[in-house]
């Protein structure tokens, strides 16, 4: 069964309006989490590092003040797109490390959010 | 520059066949390595890992072999399934890293 329940799986929302995304580790405590995003036919680009109870990491070029990322407990994290644009429609995932019982090198990943900006 | 490369972007295979999917890396870092599964609309599946310290591990129906000195692995699939039609990513991370980085994908098609 799942490990990593993101949520929302698909939102559709106007332009100039903010979303949250969720993502939860069910069975473990994720020390680590990451958000990705897929743009058609590329490959998964991350977009920032998330450590519980500290501030995210950003890579290059990912705008920190658009994409909040917020993760307060070792089972949530929660990726705000602020002032969505239609630029920011794409396919967002989160994965989350953490020790399972067969330590951590595993990533395991949500399901995904498809994200429509009209 | 890419760290992690998939040259093959799609690959089709008969049913009953093997499928041969390869990864090549630049990073001397990298010491783990894994392979996922992704449908569309869907996030990827871990499918199988390997450590730098072995050359080759298998689980069923996936061998995945890695040549360190080569800097490149490649996934076996036998014998392939419809089922396993889907796009496949080759991932990286050195000892004690956080992040993976992501191979481009290959995007494998099982003919039945």
């Known amino acids: 069964g799942a490990v990593v329940s993101q949520h929302p799986s698909r939102v559709i929302c106007k332009s100039g309006t903010s979303v949250k995304i969720e993502c939860r580790s069910l069975d473990f405590q994720a020390t680590t989490m990451f958000w990705y995003r897929q743009f058609p036919k590329q490959s998964l680009m991350l977009m920032a590092t998330s450590n519980e109870g500290s501030k995210a990491t950003y890579e290059q070029g990912v705008e920190k003040d658009k994409f909040l990322i917020n993760h307060a407990s070792l089972t949530l994290s929660t990726l705000t797109v602020t002032s969505a644009h239609p630029e920011d429609s794409s396919f967002y995932i989160c994965?989350?490390?953490?020790?399972?019982?067969?330590?951590?090198?595993?990533?395991?990943f949500g399901q995904g959010t498809r994200l429509t900006v009209v | 520059d890419q760290q992690v490369k998939q040259n093959s972007p799609s690959l089709s295979v008969q049913e009953g066949r093997i499928s041969i999917l390869n990864c090549d890396y630049t990073?001397?870092?990298?010491?783990?390595f894994l392979w996922y599964k992704k449908y569309p609309a869907e996030g990827p599946t871990f499918l199988i890992s390997i450590s730098s310290i072995k050359d080759k591990n298998e689980d069923g129906r996936f061998t995945v072999f890695l040549n360190k000195s080569a800097k490149h692995l490649s996934l076996h699939i036998v014998p392939s399934q419809p089922g396993d039609s889907a796009v496949y990513f080759c991932?990286?991370?050195?000892?004690?890293?956080?992040?993976?980085?992501f191979g481009p994908g290959t995007r494998l098609s099982v003919l039945p």
């Open positions: 990073n001397s870092m990298f010491d783990y």
């Open positions: 991932a990286a991370t050195p000892l004690g890293g956080q992040n993976f980085v």
């Open positions: 994965s989350a490390r953490g020790d399972r019982g067969r330590g951590n090198t595993e990533a395991f």
